[in-house]
C-alpha cells in the first residue's frame, strides 16, 4: 500500500528579494510540516509552480491545472500537482510591486473555451496574484489529483460549508494499493474508493503490472501533434541518447508528450535527465553536455535557438527540427518501413479504403485512449522483434549471492546480421540497454507482457510480416492487453466530484483563499499513522517465475551473402584439405589450398574450419610436422584476417583453444605452438574480445557447478546456439538456484558463494596466461611489433598500413591512457603487455566480485607470468630460426642482355595483380596468373620480376615481367597482404613511362634493409649523376662511371680533342663575327693514341672514314672549317637537304644566284644557337652576319630556318623559337608609329622583317599583288559554320586557335575530316607564321605585308607532362575500379591525351593544306622545340612519302628531333639533375599522332606499327645512346657524334638504335609493313576528330610470358623444330596451342598481318553485296596474272595481291592490324618455291613457309599436307545419325581428318592410319542417304570400331577407297 499524496503545498507570490519588478513564489503552508522519513520534501517547488515565472495580472484568469515533475538524488520521480488560480492584490503588495505586469503571458488550461458573463466591477488599475494549490506524490494518478485539488479550490470559491483543514488531513492520509490488481483477492483491494469527507467519491484503479508504463491518451496525443515519421525520428534520438527538447504554450501538453515519448522506449527505461516542464529560471540547464528529454514553454523559443546539438520539436507547429551536425540513425530496415506502415494503418484506417469503389458507409474509429495503446503495442512488437533471442546473448558469470550477467553484444550483432547497424549498435551501447540487461537479463523474476512476447510471439510476428490485417489484429490484441492493464476493472469508473460554477473565477471571491489550521491537519495525519503502524503490513506477495528463453536468434534479414554463398561444395572442399593435411597428403592439400584460402571469407567455411580442426585435437594437445603445421596456422590466419575487432561470428573465439592446442616439436624440450603464428590479427588486441571470452567461459563453469555430473555434457557451448533438448541452459541453471536459494542453510550460501569466487578467480588466472601468449610477440627483443601495434613508429611505415594489427594501439584506445603508453620507444613489450592485462583482470574481477586479497594476488601474478612467457619463447624463437625454410620455389634466373650485369640479386616477392584484369583472368578469360611467386633482380639496364603463379592450378608458366629503370616514374611504399598466407607485408609499387606496373610484396624472408637497399640502388640507377653513368654508356665498357673513355689507338687525334676544340672555338666565336684560326696540323703518329698537348687546342679531329658526300666544300673555306664541314655535312640534316634540293655550301662569292636558298655554315661552332645543328638552310640572300642578329629577337636564338620544301608547289616549312616580345613590336606595331631613334633592338627588329622578307621573296610568286593581302577571297560554297581556324578554335578543352583569323577560312568538314584540297583559293599571303596566341595579343597585321599571322592557342609541356601522368594511371591502374571497362574510359577521357593528340594532327593537316596550296609555312610556337617539333616533324611525314619509308623516317628523327635539339635527357629526366623537372613524352606524342595515321593510312608506310612500339620504347629505355642528351652540341661535346661512323666494330653491342634496326632488319622482317603500297604523290590527310583516334595498344598490350617484346634478343622463345623433324613413332602432334591473352604475345604466337585484312576485307564484301570470294581461288588467279605479265618480285607485290579487292579511296578504309614483333617473319613470295627478296635484304629465313601455309593458317581449312579432299556422309558412333563430313586424307601425318564443312579451321575428329585394318565395301544402315547407290558405302576397320562412311557417287567412293588403301600400302 502506498500514500497517495505526500505533501499538500500552498505557494503564493512574494516580491523579489533584490527589489526588481519580478516576483517570486513562497510557501505560505505546508502540511504535513515534518518530512516523511522514507521521503523527504523537495525543494525547488516554487519555481515549478510557475514555470514562467511569478508575475502579476492586469486581470483574472481562469484556473490553470497540469503536472511537473521532480526527480530525486536517487533518481524517484515525484509528480507535483499544480492548481493555479489568482486573486486581487493586497495594498501593501501592489505598492511594492510598482511594475505593470500588464500584457504578459497567461497559462490557458487546455478545456473548452471559457465564455465570460459581465464582470464584477473591477477597479481601475488592480492587479491580481497567481496562488497555487500543490500536491507531490509519488504516484502518477494526474486525474485524481486534478479532481482532488478542484474539490478544495469549489469549496473555497464556492464557500461549502465543508472544513478545507478535513479535505486536506484526509488526502493525506489515503492510502491506496500498489500495482498488480491481478494480485489481489477481490476487485476490492485492485480498486479503492475513495473521499475527501465533502461528499464526493472517486475510484482509483491500480495497474496490473507496475512494470508496464501508464500513458492515458498521451502518445496518440503525439502522433496527431507531430506525425508518424517525426515520431519514429525523437523516438530513435532519445533510443540513441541525443538530446530532445519539446516546445509548446501549453504545459499540460509538455508533460503529455514526454510521457508519451518515455512509453514507446518500454521496455527500456530512459535514465538521463528528464523534466517535462522547465521553469524559466533554468534554462541553462539546456546547455548540459548529456542526453535529456526537457518540455520548455515555447515563449522561450527564442533561448533555445543557439543550441548547435538539440533535436527540438515544436508541438503546437507539428515540426521536429534536427541540426546539421547531429546525425540520428534510423532503425534497420526492413523493421523501418514495416513499422511506418502500420503506424499509418493504426492512426488512418481509412487510408485503405480511400481507393474503393464502394467504401463502407462507416469505419470504425478507435476510441483515443484505446488509439494510444495500439500505437504503444506497435512499438512493443518492434522492440520483440528488434531484441528477439536476446536471452540467448546473456552471460550468467555469478548466480549467487546476487546474479551478474553479462550481454555478449557481438554475438548478438553478428547473429543477427546487423553487424553494420548504427542504430542497433548505438543502443546496445547505450545506458537503457545496460539497464534493460541488468532489470531482465534476471532468470526467476515476475514476468509481464513483453517477456510473453519476445518469447512466444516471434515466429507469429515472422509469418504475419506480409499479412497487413493478421499484424493488425495481432496490435489490437496487445492493445487490449495494455489498456486492461490500466483499467483493470472500466464498470467500477464512477467518480462524484463537486466543480466550480461556470465563470466563478470572475466572481468576486469572498476572501483570500483561507489559512489552514496546522493542528487539525496534523492531528488528522497523526491518527492514520497511528491506525496504519497496528495494522498488519501488507506484503505484496509477487509471482516469479522463470523467464522463458524463446527460440534461438535469427538474423533480422536473410542476406544472400552474395559471392561467397558458402555451398556444400565449398564447405566439402575445407573438410577435405584439413583431412589431407592430417593425413599427410601435401600435394593434394597443396593443391585445395588456393580454393579453401577463397572458401574461407565465408562465415560458415570459417565455422566448418573451426569445427573440422577440433575434431583432430586429443586432450587439448595436437602435435604435427612442419608442413601440417604451416599449412594449419595458414589457414587460420586467413580465417582471423576478416574478423573484426569485435569477432561478431565467434570464429576467433573458436579458434582461441585451437591456437594453443596445435604445437610442433622444434627440438627436444622446445615447442611451438600456433598462437605463435596468428598473432598479427587485431581481436586479440580487444579488450571487449577478450572479455566476452572470460565471461563465456566463467558461464560454462559455474553452469557446470551446479549440474549433477550425468548432465555436465559438453562445455564448449558456442553462445547463441540452442542446446539439445536434455540440456539445460546456463540460464535454467540459475533460475533454479535462485528459486532455491532462500531456503538454503547459512552455511550452505556460503559455500556456493566461495565456489563461485574461486571459479572466477581460476579463469582470470587462465586467461592471464592466454592473453600473454597471443600479444607476446616471438621475438620478444624487436619493439618492432608492438611499435607498429601502437602506431607509434615511424610515421612512414606505419601511416598506411591497412590495419593497425595491434595490441598496444588499440590498448591506448580502449582503456584510459594514464599509464601513458609513449615510453613504447624503451622497446618495453613486456610492460605493454603487463599493463593491458592488469587492465583486463580489474575490470573483469571487480564486476564478477572477486575478493580484493584475490585480486591483489593476480596483479602479483601476471608479471611473472608474462616474464615466462617471454622465457619460453626465447627459446622457441631460437629454434624456429634453424629451422629450414619452407620449401620456396626455386628463383629463375632472368636472361640478360649482352653487357647487362646485376645489380642486385633475387629478392624474394609476390607480385600481386594491379588494376589490369588481364593477368588474373578477368573478363579477357584465361587462368589467373597473379598473384606468382619469384624474385625481382636489379640489372644496370633493367628491373625484372621472374616467377611462377601461386595458383597451383595454372601449371608451370613462368611470369615475367620487367622495366627499364630508366623508363620508371613512380616508385612508391606500400603496404598490402601477401597473397599466401594473409599477412601484412612491406611492399613496392614501381610504375614506367613505357606503361608496366610492378606491385610487389616482399616476402618475409627480405629484411626490410634489403628493401631499403634495393630502393636506394634503383634511384641511383634511375637518376645517374652524370649521363655517361646510364647503361647506353657503362654497356659493355670496363671504365669507371664518370671517367671519359680512353680513345682507342690509331684513331687520328681522339674524340675528347675534338669535343674540346669545337668548345673553345665555339666560346671565341660567341658575339664575334671574325676569329683568326690557327692552321690545323694533323698530329704525328707517336702522338696519336695520347691526348694532344695543350697548345694544340685549336686542332679538330675528324673521324678517318667519311661517306662520300656530293656536297663538297669550295676552296673558299679554311682547311680547319672544312674539316669541320665534312663532319657536318654527314649528318642527316645535310642529306636531307641535298634530296630537297635546298642548296649547297659555298661562299657568299661564288653563290649559285638561281638557287633561292643556301646552307649556311653560320653555326658551325654552335654560336649562335646552342640547341641547333650545325649547317642550317637560309635565305640565300641573307647575309651570315646578319644572322646573328635576326637570332635574337626569338626565344633560346632559335631563329627562323628552313627545314622542308614541297616539291610541287615549292612551298617551304620553316621553323623557329616564340618570338621575344621586342621583336614582335617592332615588326607588327602600326606604322604611322614614330620610330624613338634607332636602339639596338629596334635594328634587330629590322633585320627581322628583312629576313622574313628574304624567305617570302625567295619562294615562287603565284599570287597577283591585288590578291595577296589576306585569306579572305574564298567561295560562299566553302563558308561553313565556322572556318577552318574556327574548327581548330572551337576543339578540345586544352587549346584554341585565335579568333581574329577565324572567319577566313572555311572548313569543308565540321567533323575532323580532312577538307577538300581545293579549299584555298590562289588569293592568300605567301607566308603564314603560326604563332602563341598570348605572345601575338594585341597585334595588328599590315594588310600591306606578305605575311599573316595564325594565332593559336597551344598546350604547353606541363601539360602534355599532367596528361600523361593520368594517361598513365588509366592504361596501368594501381588497384582494380569497381567497373573496370568504364573507370578505364573515363580516365582517359580525364587525361585529355587524346584531345591533345587531336589538336596536334588538326594543326598539322591545316599547315599540310596552306603548304600544298602554295603558301610557306613559319611554325614559331614556344622555344622551338617541342611542340614545334612534333608539329614540323608530322607535316613533313603527311606531305612527304619519303618520310614515311624506313630511312626517310629515321632521317626525320635524326634531322627534326635530334639536330633540332628536341631536349630528350631533360624531358626524360636521365639524370639526377632532371629528375625535379619529371618525365614529360613529348616524343612519344609524336609517335602516337604517327601512329594514328597509321592506322588510318595502313599501306603508306614501309614500316610496322612494331617499329613505332619500338622506338616509344626505347626512346626512355636509355639502352642506345640516339635519344640521349638535347643537342648535337652535347653529343659532339661527349664525343657522341661522330664516333658511329669512325670505329667499325664487330659484334659489339649496338650503340645507336638505327644499327640496331638495322641489324635486325636483316635476320627478320620484323619492323617492316607487308601492305606497303604507297602512291607516290600521296598527300595525306587524317580525321583528327577525338572519335576516329584509337587508344594505341603499346599503352595497354602485355605479355606475361616474357616481358616487353621489344630487346628483340631476349623476347625470341625456344625454337619449334619443322614438321618433318618430328620423330615419326610418336602419335602425330597438333600445331595448335592455347594462347592465352594476356601470357602469350598473340601477335607472335600466331602471326596476324594478313589474316585481320583479309577478315577486314570479307566484311567490306558482305557489306557491299558481293559474293564472297574464295581465298585460294583468288590467291591462284593473282599468280596466274603475275606469271603472264611477268613482273619480277619487288616492292609492288602485296599491292597486286590485294588489287582485286581493296578500293582507292584508301583514306576511309579503317584496317586497324593487330601487329607485334613477330607478325612479319611471313614473306609474300607469289610462288612458294622462290625465296622473296623484296622485303628486306638478305630475309632468307622469312621464306621458310609457303605462302599456302601462310593462308591456310588464317582463313582456310587448307594446308600443305592434303592428298585428298571431299565430303563424305560418316555414321555417327552406336545410336548416332549420319552427318557429311568434310575428309581431308593427310598422306605426310598419315591420317584422315574430318571438318564440319570445307572452310572450317577446326578439325572434328582424326582417324589414324596406322590403326586401320581393313578398307573394305560397305552396306546402308538405317538412317543413310536414301538417294545414294548402294556401292558407293564402304567400312574402315580400325582396331578400334568401324567407320561407315558413304560417298556422293559409287567412283568418288571407289576414288577413296584407292586413295586410303594406297597411303596403306606406302606405309
Not at 510476428?461 to 472500466?490: F, G, I, T, W
Not at 601435401?586 to 567455411?605: C, D, F, I, N, S
Not at 595491434?806 to 615510453?823: K, L, P, Q, R
Not at 574548327?1287 to 577538307?1315: C, E, F, I, K, T
Request: glycine residues 6%; neutral net charge; charged residues 25%.
Amino acid at each position: 500500500m502506498a500514500r497517495l499524496a505526500d505533501y499538500f503545498v500552498l505557494v503564493a507570490f512574494g516580491p523579489h528579494p533584490r527589489g526588481s519588478g519580478e516576483g517570486q513564489g513562497h510557501i505560505l503552508q505546508r502540511f504535513p510540516e515534518k518530512d516523511w522519513e522514507d521521503n523527504p520534501f523537495p525543494q525547488g517547488i516554487e519555481l515549478f509552480c510557475q514555470p514562467s515565472g511569478w508575475q502579476l495580472c492586469p486581470e483574472r484568469s481562469p484556473p490553470t491545472f497540469f503536472v511537473a515533475v521532480l526527480t530525486d538524488i536517487n533518481s524517484e520521480r515525484h509528480y507535483c500537482a499544480c492548481l493555479t488560480f489568482w486573486e486581487p492584490v493586497e495594498p501593501t503588495q501592489e505598492a511594492v510591486c510598482t511594475e505593470d505586469a500588464a500584457g504578459r503571458e497567461e497559462e490557458a488550461d487546455e478545456g473548452g473555451p471559457v465564455r465570460l458573463p459581465p464582470a464584477a466591477a473591477v477597479p481601475p488599475g488592480q492587479l491580481f496574484a497567481p496562488k497555487t494549490l500543490v500536491l507531490v506524490s509519488r504516484l502518477d494518478h494526474a486525474e485524481v489529483f486534478r479532481n482532488s485539488l478542484g474539490l478544495i479550490y469549489t469549496i473555497h470559491v464556492e464557500g461549502l460549508n465543508v472544513g478545507l483543514e478535513n479535505v486536506v488531513g484526509n488526502l493525506l492520509t489515503c492510502i491506496i494499493p500498489l500495482a498488480g490488481g491481478s494480485q489481489l483477492d477481490s476487485v476490492e483491494d485492485g480498486v479503492r474508493t475513495i473521499s475527501l469527507g465533502a461528499g464526493d467519491r472517486q475510484v482509483i484503479q491500480t495497474p496490473l503490472t507496475d512494470s508496464l508504463p501508464i500513458s492515458r491518451c498521451s502518445v496518440a496525443l503525439l502522433f496527431r501533434q507531430l506525425g508518424i515519421a517525426n515520431v519514429l525520428s525523437l523516438f530513435c534520438a532519445a533510443l540513441t541518447e541525443h538530446k530532445v527538447l519539446f516546445l509548446s504554450r501549453s504545459y499540460q501538453r509538455l508533460s503529455d508528450a514526454c510521457r508519451g515519448l518515455l512509453a514507446l522506449l518500454f521496455p527500456l527505461r530512459y535514465s538521463f535527465t528528464y523534466v517535462p516542464i522547465l521553469p524559466a529560471q533554468l534554462l541553462e540547464v539546456l546547455s548540459t553536455p548529456t542526453p535529456f528529454v526537457i518540455g520548455v514553454n515555447a515563449a522561450f523559443q527564442a533561448e533555445t535557438q543557439e543550441l548547435l546539438d538539440v533535436i527540438v520539436a515544436d508541438l503546437d507547429g507539428g515540426t521536429v527540427t534536427v541540426p546539421e551536425c547531429v546525425h540520428i540513425p534510423a532503425l534497420p530496415e526492413p523493421l523501418h518501413s514495416q513499422t511506418h506502415s502500420v503506424l499509418s494503418m493504426v492512426l488512418d484506417p481509412e487510408l485503405d479504403l480511400a481507393d474503393l469503389a464502394f467504401p463502407p458507409p462507416t469505419v470504425s474509429t478507435s476510441s483515443l485512449k484505446m488509439q494510444d495503446k495500439e500505437l504503444r503495442a506497435v512499438f512493443l512488437r518492434l522492440f520483440a522483434q528488434l531484441l528477439q533471442g536476446y536471452r540467448w546473448c546473456l552471460h550468467m558469470v555469478r548466480i549467487h549471492p546476487e546474479p551478474v550477467i553479462r550481454f555478449h553484444k557481438a554475438a548478438f550483432l553478428g547473429q543477427r546480421g546487423l553487424v553494420e547497424d548504427d542504430f542497433l549498435m548505438k543502443v546496445l551501447e547505450g545506458m537503457a540497454f545496460a539497464g534493460f540487461v541488468s532489470e531482465r537479463g534476471v532468470p526467476y523474476r515476475p514476468t509481464d507482457l513483453f517477456d510473453e512476447l519476445v518469447a512466444h510471439e516471434v515466429a507469429r510476428m515472422r509469418a504475419d510480416e506480409n499479412h497487413p490485417q493478421r499484424v493488425l489484429s495481432h496490435v489490437k490484441e496487445l492493445a487490449e492487453q495494455l489498456y486492461k492493464n490500466e483499467n483493470p476493472y472500466p464498470a467500477v469508473a464512477m467518480h462524484k466530484v463537486q466543480r466550480p460554477g461556470e465563470a466563478s473565477h470572475l466572481r468576486r471571491a469572498p476572501r483570500p483563499f483561507p489559512r489552514l489550521d496546522e493542528g487539525t491537519v496534523q492531528w488528522i495525519v497523526d491518527q492514520a499513522t497511528a491506525k496504519m503502524q497496528g495494522a498488519p503490513p501488507a506484503v505484496k506477495a509477487e509471482r516469479r517465475t522463470t523467464v522463458p528463453s524463446g527460440p534461438p536468434m535469427t538474423a533480422i534479414l536473410e542476406r544472400s551473402s552474395g559471392l561467397h554463398g558458402n555451398s556444400a561444395r565449398r564447405l566439402e572442399v575445407v573438410r577435405n584439405c584439413i583431412s589431407y593435411v592430417f593425413e599427410g597428403k601435401m600435394l593434394e592439400a597443396k593443391k585445395l589450398l588456393p580454393a579453401v584460402l577463397r572458401a574461407l571469407k565465408g562465415r560458415a567455411a570459417r565455422r566448418c574450419l573451426a569445427q573440422e580442426l577440433h575434431l583432430h585435437v586429443q586432450q587439448n594437445r595436437a602435435v604435427l610436422d612442419h608442413q601440417q603445421f604451416d599449412f594449419v596456422v595458414r589457414m587460420m590466419n586467413c580465417c582471423l584476417q576478416d574478423c573484426t575487432s569485435l569477432d561478431e561470428h565467434g570464429i576467433a573465439a573458436a579458434l582461441l583453444p585451437l591456437v594453443t592446442a596445435f604445437c610442433r616439436k622444434l627440438s627436444p624440450g622446445v615447442t611451438q605452438f600456433a598462437y605463435s603464428c596468428v598473432q598479427e590479427h587485431v581481436v586479440w588486441s580487444t579488450p571487449q574480445f577478450w572479455e566476452a571470452m572470460f565471461y563465456g567461459d566463467v558461464q560454462t563453469h559455474i553452469r557446470a557447478l551446479y549440474l549433477e555430473p550425468a548432465e555436465d555434457r559438453d562445455p564448449a557451448q558456442q553462445v547463441g546456439e540452442a542446446p539439445a533438448e536434455d540440456e539445460r541452459s546456463a540460464l535454467d541453471v540459475a533460475s533454479e538456484q535462485r528459486r532455491l536459494w532462500p531456503t538454503l542453510s547459512r552455511e550452505k550460501q556460503q559455500e556456493l558463494v566461495q565456489k563461485e569466487e574461486s571459479t572466477v578467480f581460476s579463469q582470470a588466472i587462465h586467461y592471464a596466461n592466454r592473453m600473454s601468449y597471443l600479444l607476446l610477440p616471438l621475438d620478444t627483443s624487436k619493439s618492432r611489433l608492438l611499435r607498429e601495434r601502437a602506431g607509434l613508429g615511424d610515421p612512414e611505415s606505419a601511416s598506411n598500413s591497412l590495419l593497425t594489427s595491434s595490441m598496444a594501439g588499440s590498448v591506448a584506445e580502449s582503456y584510459d591512457t594514464e599509464s601513458g603508453f609513449e615510453d613504447a620507444e624503451t622497446c618495453d613489450v613486456a610492460g605493454a603487455v603487463v599493463r593491458f592485462i592488469n587492465r583486463f583482470v580489474d575490470k573483469v574481477c571487480t564486476e564478477s566480485g572477486v575478493t580484493s586479497d584475490h585480486l591483489k594476488g593476480l596483479h602479483v601474478m601476471v608479471p611473472d607470468i608474462v616474464q615466462m612467457h617471454i622465457e619460453t619463447l626465447e627459446a622457441v624463437y631460437r629454434e624456429s630460426k634453424r629451422l629450414p625454410p619452407i620449401q620456396k620455389p626455386k628463383l629463375l634466373r632472368p636472361r640478360l642482355l649482352p653487357g647487362e650485369e646485376c645489380v642486385l640479386d633475387g629478392l624474394r616477392v609476390y607480385l600481386l595483380p594491379d588494376g589490369r584484369e588481364e593477368g588474373v583472368g578477368g573478363s579477357v578469360g584465361g587462368p589467373a596468373l597473379l598473384p606468382a611467386e619469384g624474385a625481382v633482380f636489379l640489372t644496370t639496364y633493367r628491373v625484372i620480376f621472374t616467377g611462377m603463379p601461386t595458383d597451383p592450378l595454372v601449371g608451370e608458366q613462368v611470369v615475367v615481367r620487367s622495366l627499364p629503370v630508366a623508363a620508371l616514374t613512380k616508385e612508391k611504399r606500400i603496404s598490402v597482404q601477401n597473397p599466401v598466407d594473409q599477412l601484412l607485408q612491406d611492399g613496392l609499387q614501381l610504375r614506367s613511362c613505357t606503361f608496366q606496373l610492378l606491385k610487389m610484396a616482399f616476402d618475409e624472408e627480405v629484411g626490410s634493409d634489403s628493401a631499403e637497399l634495393f630502393r636506394k640502388q634503383l634511384h641511383k640507377l634511375r637518376y645517374p649523376p652524370d649521363v655517361r653513368d646510364t647503361f647506353a654508356f657503362t654497356l659493355g665498357s670496363a671504365h669507371t662511371p664518370g671517367q671519359p673513355p680512353r680513345a682507342t689507338k690509331g684513331k687520328g687525334p681522339s674524340l675528347r680533342t675534338l669535343s674540346r676544340n669545337l668548345m673553345k672555338n665555339a666560346k671565341k666565336t660567341m658575339g664575334r663575327q671574325y676569329v683568326t684560326r690557327k692552321k690545323y696540323h694533323p698530329p704525328s703518329w707517336e702522338h696519336r693514341g695520347q691526348p694532344p698537348p695543350e697548345d694544340q687546342e685549336d686542332a679538330i679531329s675528324v673521324s678517318e672514314e667519311l661517306e662520300p658526300s656530293t656536297l663538297t666544300p669550295s676552296s673558299a673555306l679554311k682547311p680547319s672549317d672544312r674539316m669541320t664541314m665534312s663532319s657536318l655535312v654527314e649528318r642527316a640534316c645535310c642529306r636531307d637537304y641535298q634530296r630537297l634540293g635546298l642548296g649547297t655550301l659555298s661562299s657568299s662569292l661564288s653563290r649559285a644566284k638561281s638557287e633561292p636558298f643556301r646552307i649556311s655554315p653560320v653555326n658551325r661552332m654552335y654560336a649562335i644557337c646552342r640547341s641547333y645543328p650545325g649547317l642550317l638552310i637560309v635565305p640565300q640572300s641573307v647575309q651570315d652576319n646578319a644572322l646573328q642578329r635576326v637570332s635574337r629577337c626569338y626565344r633560346q636564338n632559335r631563329f627562323p630556318v628552313v627545314c622542308w620544301r614541297s616539291g610541287r608547289s615549292k612551298a617551304v616549312l620553316l621553323r623557329s623559337g616564340g618570338l621575344h616580345g621586342k621583336g614582335v613590336v617592332g615588326l607588327f606595331k602600326a606604322q604611322n608609329a614614330p620610330s624613338p631613334g634607332q636602339s639596338q633592338a629596334d635594328s634587330s627588329s629590322l633585320e627581322q622583317e628583312k629576313y622574313l622578307q628574304a624567305v617570302v621573296s625567295s619562294m615562287p610568286r603565284f599570287a597577283d599583288a591585288s590578291g595577296r593581302n589576306t585569306l579572305s577571297g574564298f567561295s560562299s560554297v566553302h563558308m561553313g559554320g565556322h572556318g577552318k581556324w574556327g574548327s581548330v578554335r572551337a576543339s578540345g578543352r586544352s587549346g584554341v586557335l585565335g579568333g581574329d583569323v577565324g572567319s577566313r577560312l572555311a572548313a569543308p568538314q565540321a567533323n575532323g575530316a580532312p577538307p577538300d584540297p581545293g579549299f584555298l583559293r590562289p588569293q592568300r599571303a605567301a607566308l603564314y607564321i603560326i604563332g602563341d596566341k598570348a605572345q601575338l595579343k594585341g597585334v595588328r597585321p599590315d594588310p600591306l605585308q606578305q605575311w599573316e599571322l595564325v594565332p593559336i592557342e597551344v598546350f604547353e609541356a606541363r601539360q602534355v607532362k599532367t596528361s600523361f601522368k593520368k594517361l598513365l594511371k588509366a592504361c596501368v591502374p594501381g588497384c582494380p575500379a569497381a567497373e573496370p571497362s568504364s573507370a578505364f574510359l573515363r580516365s582517359l577521357e580525364d587525361s585529355e591525351w587524346l584531345t591533345q593528340i587531336h589538336k596536334l594532327l588538326q594543326v598539322s593537316v591545316l599547315v599540310v593544306e596552306l603548304l600544298d596550296s602554295g603558301s610557306s609555312v613559319l611554325v614559331s610556337l614556344e622555344d622551338g622545340w617541342d611542340i614545334t617539333t612534333q608539329v614540323v616533324s608530322l607535316v613533313q611525314l603527311l606531305s612527304d612519302p619519303f618520310y614515311r619509308t624506313l630511312e626517310g623516317f629515321r632521317l626525320l628523327v635524326e634531322k627534326e628531333w635530334l639536330s633540332f635539339g628536341h631536349r630528350f635527357s631533360h624531358r626524360g629526366a636521365h639524370t639526377l639533375a632532371g629528375q625535379s623537372s619529371g618525365f614529360t613524352p613529348v616524343f612519344l606524342q609524336f609517335l602516337d599522332c604517327v601512329h594514328q595515321v597509321h592506322l588510318q593510312f595502313p599501306m603508306e608506310f614501309e614500316f610496322s606499327p612494331f617499329y613505332l612500339k619500338f622506338l616509344g620504347y626505347h626512346h626512355v629505355s636509355r639502352r642506345f645512346r640516339t635519344f640521349l642528351l638535347d643537342s648535337d652540341y652535347e653529343r659532339i661535346e661527349l664525343g657522341l657524334l661522330y664516333e658511329e661512323k669512325g670505329e667499325r666494330r664487330g659484334q659489339q653491342a649496338c650503340r645507336s638504335v638505327w644499327e640496331y634496326v638495322d641489324r635486325l632488319s636483316k635476320r627478320t622482317p620484323v619492323f617492316y609493313n607487308y601492305m606497303y603500297a604507297p602512291e607516290d604523290t600521296e598527300v595525306l590527310r587524317p580525321y583528327s576528330n577525338v572519335s576516329n583516334l584509337k587508344v594505341w595498344d603499346f599503352y595497354t598490350e602485355e605479355s606475361l610470358a616474357e616481358g616487353p617484346p621489344y630487346d628483340w634478343e631476349l623476347a625470341q622463345g625456344p625454337p619449334e623444330p619443322p614438321e618433318e623433324e618430328r620423330l615419326d613413332g610418336g602419335a602425330p602432334q597438333s600445331r595448335r596451342r592455347v594462347v592465352w591473352p594476356c601470357y602469350d604475345s598473340r601477335p607472335r604466337a600466331q602471326p596476324d598481318a594478313i589474316s585481320r585484312l583479309l577478315e577486314e576485307l570479307q566484311r567490306l564484301e558482305t557489306e557491299l553485296g558481293r559474293p564472297p570470294e574464295r581465298w585460294k581461288d583468288t590467291w591462284d588467279r593473282v599468280k596466274a596474272t603475275q606469271r603472264l605479265e611477268g613482273r619480277p618480285d619487288g616492292r609492288g607485290t602485296p599491292s597486286s595481291l590485294l588489287v582485286s579487292s581493296v578500293p582507292h579511296h584508301r583514306r576511309s578504309l579503317g584496317v586497324y592490324l593487330q601487329e607485334g614483333p613477330v607478325g612479319s617473319t611471313l614473306s609474300l613470295s607469289l610462288d612458294s618455291d622462290q625465296s622473296s627478296g623484296s622485303t628486306a635484304s638478305g630475309s632468307r629465313q622469312a621464306a621458310r613457309r609457303s605462302t599456302s601455309t601462310l593462308y591456310s593458317q588464317f582463313q582456310t581449312a587448307e594446308s600443305e599436307n592434303r592428298s585428298h579432299e571431299g565430303t563424305l556422309y560418316k555414321k555417327g558412333a552406336f545410336m548416332k545419325p549420319w552427318k557429311a563430313r568434310w575428309f581431308v586424307l593427310d598422306k605426310t601425318k598419315h591420317q584422315l581428318r574430318y571438318y564440319d564443312h570445307r572452310v572450317d579451321t577446326e578439325c572434328k575428329g582424326i582417324i589414324d592410319l596406322a590403326e586401320v585394318e581393313a578398307v573394305a565395301p560397305g552396306t546402308p544402315t538405317m538412317g543413310a542417304p536414301k538417294t545414294v547407290d548402294e556401292k558407293a558405302f564402304f567400312d574402315v576397320k580400325t582396331t578400334r570400331r568401324v567407320y561407315n562412311f558413304c560417298a556422293q557417287d559409287v567412283p568418288s567412293a571407289q576414288q577413296w577407297v584407292d586413295q586410303i588403301q594406297g597411303c596403306l600400302s606406302d606405309a
